[in-house]
């Protein structure tokens, strides 16, 4: 599922027109990201965890050379879904 269907499936879940659906997604989409950009975290009852996880650098290789070199340190955003959608994927 794109973009485009989510909108279109929530609009007819909810009721309301596309315009407001897309809306929606886009202020869920802008307030997850400003909140991991501050470093917090962001929980979903029934979807589950979304956070900032700390990368360490580490050693690899260049895959076209094959020479190594350092891959620095970073942060990559993760998401951890709850029991409840555990449990709803694997009940179906």
Known sequence: ???KELVAAMAEKAGITKVKAEEAINAIV???SEELTKGGDVTVYGLGKFAVKDRAARNG???QTGEAMTIPA???PSFKASKVLKDTIKNS
């Open 30 to 32: 802008d307030v997850i």
């Open 74 to 76: 970073s942060k990559a």
């Open 1 to 3: 599922m794109n973009k």
């Open 61 to 63: 290789r260049n895959p």
